[in-house]
């Protein structure tokens, strides 16, 4: 005899509760949730971080930052080296007014890499320096993390108008959103740890 939907609701619940796969796993997303909440872009932020929350050790507030952190430098790389891609095409057309466009969004992306490198650099000197500079390393990638949204959204906004248009359009765009996401909420993680350690240490604010 088939088994009653109040059985199989029993039978689900019961594996559900013993497993601790599961358990551990829900624990981790809850926590990673948690820490997301600051976020603009949740769902982003929990796809990120969730492959390295462990089922046992899942990171503090400041790894969770700086995973937050690489992640978005990594994919302002790969949009550099794609943008770059697509501007030697148009220039091997002689699309000059694409490659123009193309060109000066690439350099916007490329100023973004070298912002957010230096914010990640900074971030592992919190880490090791004494807490007395702590403000100061916290000012530093507070700036460099904005001054990396700003050059991303100087790119988008150049190639946002009709001076562009086909795939390639699309593609830049979509990749260079992604890393505008990625930053935002690599700065919300950051100031939040930021807040919790100086609130811990009783740390001025700068």
């Known amino acids: 005899m088939a088994p009653t939907f ?3 609701v029993v039978i689900f619940l019961t594996i559900f509760t013993l497993n601790p796969r599961v358990k551990c796993a829900s624990r981790a997303r809850a926590y990673v949730e948690h ?3 600051p976020t603009l ?3 982003l932020c929990i796809r990120t971080l969730l492959p390295f929350a462990s089922k046992t050790n899942a990171p503090n507030p400041e790894q969770l930052a700086r995973i937050s952190l690489t992640t978005c430098l990594l994919k302002a790389q790969f949009t550099k080296a794609y943008v770059n891609m697509v501007a030697k095409e148009f220039n091997k057309t002689k699309n000059a007014r694409y490659y123009e466009v193309v060109t000066d969004c690439l ?3 490329n100023d973004g ?3 957010i490198t230096q914010s990640v650099k900074e971030q592992k000197r919190m880490v090791h320096d004494e807490e007395k500079y702590f403000s100061w390393h916290e000012s530093n990638v507070q700036t460099w993390v904005s001054t990396a949204l700003t050059d991303v959204t100087a790119c988008l906004d150049r190639i946002s108008d009709k001076a562009i248009g086909g ?3 699309g593609m ?3 990749r260079v959103l992604n890393v505008k996401h990625l930053a935002s ?3 919300a993680l950051f100031n939040r740890f930021a807040t919790r350690h100086r609130g811990s240490r009783r740390i001025k604010t700068p």
């Open 6 to 8: 109040t059985s199989l």
């Open 185 to 187: 909420n690599a700065l």
């Open 113 to 115: 890499v070298n912002q």
């Open 41 to 43: 872009y949740t769902n």
């Open 167 to 169: 795939k390639e359009k």
């Open 35 to 37: 820490q997301c909440r």
């Open 172 to 174: 830049i765009k979509a």
């Open 107 to 109: 350099t916007q992306i």
